[in-house]
Structure formats: C-alpha cells, structure tokens
C-alpha cells in the first residue's frame, strides 16, 4: 500500500507517496476528516451529519457516491466501508493523532481544517467548531503547565501562537512574558502586557496584579541592561509608558547636546526591536525624513513578498527614490497622505509578532511638508498595531505638540514627554569615568562640571583622550577637531557643509580626496565618534555624528570655504538622476553662489516632474520612469515657478534658459486647463528655442502643443506638429514614434480611420525597435498598441480591436505602467458600451471609479463617470448616480469632443429610466 498523510491543522492536504492529491468535491473531504479524527464511524451518523436535509434513500445514496470517490482517488485500503461502518484503514500518517494523545510537541499550525466549510452541512460546522475549540484548549493546558521538557523557544512558538489569537486571556498572557522573561526578551514581554492591556481595557478591565509584577520584572531587566548615565528615572517613565500604551508617543525634548539621541537609541535597543530614524537636513528638503525613514526600511530588508509587492510602496515609490521603484504612476495626493500611507506600509512590515520603533529626530528642522506628513502618520495611528514613536526635538512646545495633545485628549493614543536636562555633577563624573575608565578628583570635577555643565556630548568629547581636565574643552571647535590631520579636518568640513548624509562616492568627489587616504580618515573619524557610517539602500552613508557638530564646524569656517565646498557639492549632486539630489544640488548651487546653476536645476526638476506626473505618456525610456520632486497641489508648482522667475530677473538669462521656462510653465498651465495662456507661452517658447537653436526644447514646446491639441481633437494643428516634430533631430529624444503616434490620431480625429491605423502601427513598430536595441520604450508602445486597437473597433473590427486593448491592458498591469490603466479601461469601456456589452462596460467603469479613488488630478474620464452613473442608476441607486453625472459633465469642461458626444450618448439613455429626467 502506497504511504498516506493527511494535514488536518491549516489547509487540508493528502499525500500519495509524498505527492499532493485532490478529491473531487468539499463534502469529500469533510467526510474524510471526520473518518480520520473519529477512526470508525456509523454510516447513519455520516448521512445525518453531511446530508440531513434529504430523505433516508437519497442521503444513504449520496453516501455511497462519496465513500465511491474516496476509493476512487485514494489508494486500496486507505477507508474500509461495510454496510454499518467506515473505518480508517492502516498506514495512515495524520498530524493530529499525537495531538490527540496528549502528546507534544510539536504544536500544530494553522487553525483545524482551515478554509473548508460546508455551509449546508451544520451538524460537520459544529463538529469542526469543537474540534478547534478543544485543540486550542489542549495546546493551552499543555503550555501552561510550564513543562520545560522541550525547551523555551518551543513553548514560547506555541505561545505567541494561542496569545495572537486570544489576547485577552491573562493567564496565556502571563505564561508567555515568563517565557519571554526567561530567555532575555524583556523588551518582547513589554509588547505582550501592552496588547492584553489593550485586550482588556476594550472589555472595560485592567491587568491583574500578577501581569504587573511580570511587567516589572521585564523592566527591571531592562533597566539593568542600561548603558546610560543619570537617566534612570526617564527611563524607567519611558519604558514603563511605552509598555502600556498601544499606540504610543513618545516625545524627548531638551537642549542640544543633552543626550536625546542617544536615549531614544536607547530605549529602542532595550526594546530589541528594529528601529528606523528620519532625520532632516539642513537645507530643509521636503519630505527628506521620510527618505531617509524608507532608506533604512530598505537596508534592513524588513519587508515580506507582500509588502515589496504592495501598491502602498508602488505609490510611495513616485516620491521617494530609496525605495527603487520604476513604475509609471501618481504621486500620493498631499504630504499628509504620505504620512498615512508610510504607516500603512509599516503596519505590513509589523504583521505577526514583531515590532518597530520609528524616530522622528531633529524636529526643529523638518520643513512644513515633513511636519504635514508626520501628522498624517501620527493621526493614521491605530491600536496594537506594534509601532512605537520616539520624537525628538529641541523645543518642547508648538502646533505639533498641540496636535498630540488633541490626540491624547480623544483617545486615540497615548503621549509621554519627557524633558532631558544637563546630568548633575555626580552623574557627570560616572559618565566620564565610564568613558575614560579614569576616576575624577574633587577638584577635577568640579572643573569639568564647569566647562561642560553636565551636557553628555561635552562630556563625552571630554574623555576621549585628554591627559588632564586643563585640555579639556578648549572652544567648541578646538575641543572637537584640534588634533584632526589635514585630510580628517577637510572631510569635517565638507559634512559640515553637506546637508545630511551623503555617498561614500559623492563625499570623496566633494573632499578631493584619493584611495587610501580618504579611507583612512574615514576610519580615523568614525573611531573618534566623529562621524557614523550606516548602510543604505546603495551602499554606505556618511554623516556627522551629532548636529551640533555640524553647527559649531560650520559657523567657524571661512565664508569663501563654505562657498567653495557648496558649489563642489552642487556640481556632484547635478550628476545624479534622483529628485532629492536634485533638490540638494539646487540648495548647495544657491548657497555657492551658482544662481545660473541652480535655475537649471530647478528648470529640469519641474519639467520631469511634469513628465512622470502630468503626461500620460511621457517620452522617456522607461528605466526613467518612476520618482520626481514631490510639489503636491498646483499652489505649490506654482511657487516653483515663481521662484525659477524670480531667478531669471536676478541674473538675467538668455533665450536659451527663458525657453525652456516659457515651455515649462506652458506646459503646466495646458495641463491645469488655461489653454489660452498656455498655447501663448508655450508658443513663445518654440520661437525663442528656435532662434536660439535650442532643438531640445523647440521639441519639447512641439510636443506640449501636440498634447493639448489631443485634447481637443484639432487634426490639422495636430498634424502640423508631428510634421515638425518628424523633422527635428534633438540630441537624446526619440521623437518619431512620437510623431507617428501624432499623425496617427490627426487621422483618426479626422475619420481616415485606414490611414490611422497605418500610423499607430509604425509607432508601435519604432518604439519596439528601441526597445530592441537596449533602450525600452514599452510605455509608448502599449500607448499604439491601445489607439490601434481603437481604430480596428471603429473600422469594423470589434472583436479584433476589443481583443487588443485588453491585451494592451494586461500588459500595463504587468509592467507596472500604474497612470496608463485608468486610460485603457476607459478605451475599453467606451467600446464595450458601443458594442453592447453593457456589463462588460459596467465593469470596467468600476474598475476605473476605483483607481479614480487614488488619483490626485481632478479631471477624471467623463466617459467612465457617465457609464457608471448609468449602472447606479439601473440599480436603482439614483442619488450616487446623480452625483456621478455631475462629476462627469464637470469633467467635459476640457473640451474634448468625443468624450461630449459619447457623455450624451449615455444621458439619453439615463434619462429614460424611472426618476432620470429629474436628474437635469
């Protein structure tokens, strides 16, 4: 006989030999895992139980049909049947039996007959019910009898296991912190008393006095694992706080220099769970704590398959260049989304049994899209959902903190803060002689007390290596860097300069530093604490080790070499392709003295953020696509504008830079909808670039026009501009398939239907050709690919144009083309409604409504708006459609007249239904 096993604990699976076999309908499996618990079973017990609603002859019939296909497809023997009983038959190997013994472990996984249920079969969902109930109860009995037969972690995995799906049963509780305790996770524990204090405290009770004796005990575990000097009562409020609250906020605040850092680094140590930090830098880039909050996400390789799948992070990833997304989709509507949107992706990574702490530092220094941004995260907190927060600020007051306090007041969660002041004399002198291994005389201290007045980072550079307490400290700078070489003080200062941590690369580019003495005055500092290295996403980041480091270095430099060095930074931070060093280069460009510089900057910033953000189809190969600087709402492009203008007056520029402007703003405004004004300048931009010989941005200003002239269907104008475009050999844009693409909706707009086709083919043609030789331009293929499927529906081919849509559609899914979906769903939704195929139709418009949901630009597809206002309507659910319709005959105010023809179409229709005509 061939070797059965079954795995009743999770899913129900059977094994033949060690290979998966199926039976061929549920109830099969349900009266199998009955036979194998149970091991003899009557046949009238299996009627009643899977076919009691039928008649005696027709149950005993349906039985002997069921016990026919276990023979079928299990092996001879494997289910002994005869005319009382089914038995299980020898040689079968079950995951419960020892379970059912009394024997452990190992302990089973997965919940009993996981994801099979048998609606119509009662008596078999009461019986699974039990079963999972006295399984459980087994399991528990055994764990807490504390048997340390198998060891702490084996109890502990069972533990976790019955505490995650019961977490307000104390005594489990209690079971599992002891485990906890016991194998030097007290930091684990905590989380425990945390979640059954939540648990209860929804039921309207508290922890018994039991848990908060185990509590205690965790932190007093945790106290004496303490590194820190003089902090005992902070940390004792801090641990204890953060073990009781779910969610919890915790916000340290006091002078530079005073140890905040270093407390919060603490604290998230003797927690032993992973800690991520967001820093700001100097030159208050928006959104750059958030950056750096991924970067380390990244590095720590944190996240499952679900998460790196995640459209949260796909989304994200428009913004933030740490997170290697290239995707073509929407940026986050506002900076508090993102703040949302991060915590979501956090609570993914904090599934199961791990925690996180997240720390906010520097807060001072973050800009307002960062502050707007950590309140969207704070304010998206929810219960048990195992992130912590640390925020650290010099000030302790400000919006922020009475958005907290608000918080707090509702409930939503909890806020300890905590003011660290300078240590006391007697503590100043432990905290030296720990660090020096050296003891203070009287006199001594007192001198060190008064150069340093108990500010651990004073204190902490005093004993690095001073001989006696008369070298100590000499001036904030002499003290820090006085005994540095040449090629350490240069590298200082260029960190000083810099405005948050940088590239091995880019720093050595920066410092003029070669080979082997740059590496060893990298070692040399990170020895002194001068600086710390830490792994990002590609490869190590350099910083300084404390901000106040960077202050003091900065504002005793020579304003000529602070200059020299922005500029130098400037020039490396050019180089790079992503928006935050774009967004650095232009800060660095300025504080040198390269005005003319940083507008270029700022000039290619905005017009590839109008790329990827604005153009449904920008002409970029699409290893391009993916993040640019987040500006969120028009006001704030706009202020970019301005500031770009405000450039141009101060330095005066030429053709060649007031073009490429006049093509940008252009552009940006084609977009909002002021075509008049945008037609002018953009116009005028084509005539500078022209008689500056600039055919770059002449190609641009073409390609603007060509869009807006999509818009509103005019062939002729349309056509123009592919012809010039057709023409053009700019440096490093493929603008032919472009141009064909162009001709080929002229065509289409002007029903030589033939011809458009001829067109769109070509298009798709050229750009796959690129794509063959090492450059993919797949986007703008799919983008042929949807219009030529267009125009075969409108020639006739229904089937054939339908078909090749939706084979366009599959593939922007695949690929990630994320903005196009909404585009080919509303192509398909239109001739599925021409077709006939209203649920076809209906469909695919609420797919649309869905991603609608998540765009940022308020001129949505009328088409798809009108379409799902009728399938409201159909339904009977008039005021939601009413609603639609409005968006939808709001959105025609582009003037594209297709979409007004088609939008006409289907109000016609609606009006006929019951209550329709109302609605206008």
Not at 806 to 818: D, T
């Amino acid at each position: 006989m061939s070797s059965l096993e079954a795995r009743l604990m999770g899913p129900f699976r059977i094994y033949m030999d060690g290979t998966e076999t199926a039976l061929p309908f549920k109830k099969a499996y349900g009266l199998l895992a009955y036979v194998l618990v149970n091991r003899r079973v009557q046949r009238t017990r299996l009627e009643d139980m899977f076919w009691g609603d039928y008649d005696s002859n027709r149950a005993s019939g349906s039985l002997r049909n069921a016990l026919y296909e276990l023979k079928r497809h299990l092996p001879q023997g494997a289910v002994l049947v005869d005319r009382l009983w089914v038995i299980r038959g020898e040689g079968w190997k079950v995951d419960l039996d020892g379970v059912l013994q009394g024997s452990f472990p190992p302990f089973p996984r997965g919940e009993f007959l996981e994801g099979l249920s048998l609606p119509d079969c009662p008596l078999f969902e009461e019986w699974v019910e039990s079963m999972r109930m006295d399984l459980s109860e087994r399991v528990r009995r055994f764990l807490l009898a504390g048997s340390r037969d198998h060891g702490d972690q084996v109890r502990l995995s069972g533990l976790w296991g019955l505490f995650n799906r019961s977490p307000w049963d104390e005594h489990l509780a209690l079971g599992l912190m002891d485990c906890l305790v016991a194998l030097g996770r007290p930091g684990d524990a905590l989380r425990v008393f945390s979640r059954l204090r939540a648990a209860l405290n929804d039921e309207g009770d508290e922890p018994s006095e039991d848990s908060v004796a185990l509590r205690d005990r965790a932190v007093a575990l945790m106290m004496e694992r303490s590194s820190l000097v003089g902090r005992d009562l902070e940390l004792r409020r801090a641990l204890e706080f953060a073990g009781a609250s779910d969610p919890a906020v915790l916000w340290f605040f006091g002078q530079a220099g005073v140890g905040k850092t270093s407390f919060a680094k603490e604290l998230a140590r003797l927690y032993g769970a992973p800690a991520l930090w967001a820093r700001p830098v100097m030159g208050k880039l928006p959104l750059w704590p958030f950056e750096d909050l991924l970067r380390g996400l990244m590095a720590k390789d944190l996240m499952d398959r679900e998460a790196l799948s995640s459209p949260l992070l796909m989304r994200l990833g428009q913004v933030f260049p740490s997170l290697g997304v290239r995707r073509s989709d929407f940026q986050p509507v506002d900076s508090r989304s993102i703040g949302v949107m991060v915590f979501q992706l956090l609570g993914m990574v904090c599934r199961g049994n791990r925690g996180l702490w997240v720390i906010f530092d520097d807060l001072h220094r973050f800009d307002e899209a960062s502050m707007d941004a950590l309140e969207g995260f704070l304010s998206y907190m929810t219960p048990r959902c195992g992130i912590r927060v640390a925020l650290i600020s010099r000030r302790g007051d400000g919006p922020l903190r009475r958005f907290l306090r608000s918080l707090k007041m509702r409930g939503d969660l909890g806020l300890l803060e905590v003011e660290l002041e300078p240590l006391s004399p007697q503590d100043t002198g432990k905290l030296f002689e720990r660090l020096s291994q050296r003891a203070l005389g009287e006199a001594e201290l007192a001198e060190l007390y008064s150069r340093t007045a108990g500010v651990p980072l004073f204190v902490e550079d005093a004993a690095k290596g001073a001989s006696s307490v008369g070298q100590m400290f000499v001036g904030a700078v002499e003290g820090l860097m006085g005994d540095l070489a040449d090629d350490e003080w240069s590298l200082m200062e260029v960190l000083a300069v810099l405005d948050g941590p940088v590239g091995l690369e880019e720093l050595r580019s920066i410092a003029s530093l070669e080979g082997q003495g740059f590496m060893k005055a990298l070692g040399s500092l990170e020895t002194l604490r001068l600086i710390r290295i830490e792994d990002g996403p590609e490869g190590p980041l350099v910083d300084v080790y404390h901000g106040l480091f960077r202050e003091c270095i900065y504002l005793s430099m020579d304003v000529s070499r602070r200059m020299e060095l922005h500029a130098l930074a400037g020039e490396v931070f050019c180089r790079k392709e992503d928006p935050f060093s774009s967004m650095r280069a232009a800060h660095h460009m300025r504080k040198g003295g390269n005005l003319k510089g940083e507008l270029e900057v700022r000039l290619k910033d905005l017009e590839r953020h109008m790329e990827l953000h604005y153009e449904l189809f920008p002409l970029l190969p699409d290893s391009l696509l993916g993040p640019s600087s987040f500006y969120g709402t028009r006001e704030a492009t706009e202020e970019m504008l301005e500031e770009c203008r405000s450039l141009m007056s101060a330095i005066g520029v030429g053709d060649e830079l007031a073009s490429r402007y006049a093509m940008i703003k252009g552009g940006f405004l084609l977009w909002w909808g002021e075509y008049q004004r945008g037609v002018e300048m953009t116009a005028r931009g084509a005539e500078m670039s022209m008689k500056a010989g600039d055919l770059d941005v002449l190609a641009g200003c073409l390609r603007r026009l060509g869009y807006f002239y999509i818009q509103v269907e005019n062939p002729v104008r349309l056509e123009e501009a592919a012809l010039k475009l057709r023409d053009l050999k700019p440096r490093s844009i493929p603008l032919k398939g472009l141009s064909l693409r162009f001709m080929g909706l002229s065509r289409m707009f002007s029903l030589d239907l033939h011809g458009a086709l001829r067109f769109f083919e070509e298009s798709a043609a050229e750009f796959e050709m690129l794509t063959e030789m090492g450059s993919p331009h797949e986007l703008n293929r799919l983008a042929a690919g949807i219009y030529e499927g267009e125009c075969l529906f409108l020639l006739g081919r229904r089937g054939d144009g339908m078909a090749r849509v939706q084979e366009c559609l599959e593939a922007v899914r695949s690929r990630g083309f994320m903005r196009v979906e909404p585009f080919a769903l509303s192509v398909l939704v239109r001739l599925k409604y021409l077709a006939g195929d209203m649920d076809g139709a209906f469909g695919h418009a609420e797919e649309a409504l869905g991603i609608f949901s998540a765009m940022p630009w308020v001129r949505h597809d009328p088409s798809v708006l009108a379409v799902a206002a009728l399938h409201r309507g159909l339904e009977g659910r008039m005021e939601e459609a009413g609603a639609l319709i409005d968006r939808s005959l709001s959105a025609l105010s582009i003037g594209k007249p297709s979409w007004r023809r088609f939008v006409q179409e289907v109000l016609l229709r609606f009006q006929e239904l019951p209550g329709g005509e109302s609605r206008f």
